[in-house]
């Protein structure tokens, strides 16, 4: 069995004076490596000392069964993280990828029972106190259990601070443990100052009030993509959604102000664009026939893409010079694929630090999303080396290359992309602006039904010297999803003021003051709105312009 936590031994390693930075960081490593039972032949890929938003010191390592971490490789990588604060205590720790731990960490194998759980709840809480006591040294009496999850085959235990029998966001920690098992991560975040002087409630009818003038002054018509059927909604959009209504009404005032603000700000905005740099102007106006003049013609269907090769065809990708490295899942049924060049060399191979690794995880690398059930591309992009001529001593794309793709040349591949994947939406898209910028040309469409578009545009840059596409950006959205969009709206902004009270209700709950400076920032009881069909959720900030139904997060 191995020995708990040892504050003792900690303290005497970050007392040392003796030591330098990266020997009181080998010894830190080397403690918690035995502590958390990480395998001896796993080594450490990242070790590096950063400073908080505090400007506290914090630790920082990652253990991997291959000696290094690359975000896009080999899916069979397993890595531990770990995150140390100022005095060496857990602050994060996380295991991804692995499928069992040594027997230090588990209980006995108990027969398979398929109609249960691997884990029971009693079982896995006991696990994570057993993981609390023994490994972080932080006490299990100090924050109140508040929530407990079961889902994909992980528990979620929530212990957190209360203050007036409200839990308080973001404080306490919370451990997941496996239905195997595992650990698989832990979150510590503390004690939270909290303001308990916000104790005098301001009547709820009187923020009914204030609420109606804040939507009227700002709610926008747009077409939404949301999770539920239809998937295109005719919404309201809340540009400027604040739920921090402090319940003795001392911000109510400055909320409505706010809103003042942020109106006027926008006016700024558009003011600033309309004295765009004369470069920039010359050069919009350069492509605003091109733009009155583009159109499309619908083909009589899309290419479906079936297969990753069909995806290597389609965007050139040479399958000589480039591998694909990972495919991963991004949610039900979008995936994402990873292609790296052969025999890529990290440049900063010595280098341990976060940052570097982020490089290396883009670095020659083309990335494409696309959703397998309707095969259809959602992403594209390449972080390929762009190739340069050298010209009077400089880097830069050369004359000779610049002609050989001008703007029209550009829009045949924006049309040919388009026609050949987005047939179904062509009756639905506009063009919208084509701006030039770091060797490539960048294609912006709006989507429109009837009046009114949709929130997410359609991007697409391509490179002026090989006519490449380098970057494409598409919602997850089909023809028949837009056949089917209404776009009559029945609630008018004012129907929704009036009819507020009988579709929301506020609920009390802590909430931190982001806007203050850091020393000073502290929690406030605030009211948050909340629909009433669904009071456990969060508001998405759009409310269905057909149903005056308030939307809410899954």
């Known amino acids: 069995m191995l020995s708990p936590f040892d504050p003792i031994i900690i303290n005497e390693i970050l007392e040392k004076t003796e030591l330098t930075k990266q020997e009181t960081m080998e010894q830190l490593q080397q403690y918690y490596k035995q502590l958390l039972a990480i395998p001896t032949h796993y080594s450490i890929a990242i070790e590096e000392v950063e400073r908080n938003s505090e400007e506290r010191e914090q630790y920082q390592f990652v253990w991997t069964n291959t000696g290094e971490l690359i975000i896009n490789g080999n899916p069979e990588q397993v890595a531990v993280l770990l995150e140390l604060n100022e005095i060496g205590r857990i602050m994060e720790y996380s295991r991804e990828g692995e499928t069992a731990l040594s027997s230090e960490n588990t209980l006995p194998e108990m027969e398979e029972d398929k109609s249960q759980p691997a884990l029971s709840e009693d079982e896995a809480y006991q696990i994570a106190l057993t993981f609390i006591q023994q490994k972080t040294g932080y006490r299990c009496d100090e924050y109140q259990l508040t929530k407990v999850k079961n889902e994909e085959e992980k528990y979620y235990f929530y212990w957190q601070q209360e203050e007036l029998q409200l839990p308080v966001p973001y404080s306490g920690y919370y451990v997941v443990v496996q239905h195997n098992k595992q650990i698989s991560e832990f979150r510590y975040y503390g004690t939270k100052a909290v303001n308990l002087s916000d104790q005098p409630d301001q009547a709820t009818s009187e923020l009914y009030r204030y609420f109606a003038q804040f939507l009227i002054k700002q709610l926008d018509l747009n077409i939404e ?24 009404g001392s911000n109510w005032g400055e909320i409505m102000e706010r809103i003042k603000l942020a109106d006027a700000d926008e006016e700024a905005d558009i003011h600033d664009e309309d004295e765009a740099s004369e470069v920039e102007e010359k050069q919009a106006k350069s492509y605003i026939d091109k733009i009155a003049n583009f159109s499309l013609e619908t083909m009589k269907q899309s290419e479906r893409l079936q297969t990753v090769e069909q995806l290597q065809q389609f965007f050139a990708i040479d399958p000589e010079n480039y591998e694909l490295i990972r495919s991963s899942p991004i949610n039900e049924h979008v995936e994402g694929l990873v292609w790296r060049k052969r025999h890529y060399i990290s440049k900063r191979k010595q280098e341990k630090t976060f940052e570097h690794l982020l490089l290396d995880g883009i670095e020659e690398t083309i990335k494409i999303k696309w959703n397998r059930k309707t095969k259809r591309v959602l992403g594209f992009i390449s972080f390929e080396d762009d190739e340069v001529i050298k010209k009077d001593g400089h880097e830069g794309v050369g004359e000779v290359a610049r002609n050989l793709w001008n703007v029209d040349k550009c829009l045949e591949v924006v049309k040919h992309t388009m026609q050949q994947l987005y047939t179904d939406l062509i009756p639905y898209l506009r063009l919208e602006s084509i701006r030039e910028n770091d060797g490539r040309y960048f294609f912006t469409f709006i989507l429109e039904k009837k009046g009114h578009a949709l929130s997410e545009q359609f991007s697409m840059a391509v490179h002026r010297c090989t006519g490449q596409i380098r970057m494409l950006m598409v919602p997850d ?78």
């Open 225 to 248: 993509i949301t999770n539920e059927q239809p998937r295109l909604k005719l919404a309201y959009f809340a540009r400027f959604l604040i739920h921090g209504w402090r319940v003795d």
């Open 477 to 554: 959205i089909t023809g028949a999803d837009v056949e089917q969009l209404q776009t009559t709206p029945l609630y008018e902004v004012s129907d929704i003021a009036d009819q507020l009270q009988s579709s929301i209700t506020f609920v009390k709950q802590w909430q931190d003051d982001y806007a203050a400076d850091h020393s000073e920032r502290q929690y406030h009881l605030v009211y948050q709105p909340v629909a009433r069909t669904r009071p456990e959720k969060e508001l998405s900030g759009l409310i269905d312009a057909v149903t005056g139904e308030w939307l809410t997060y899954r």
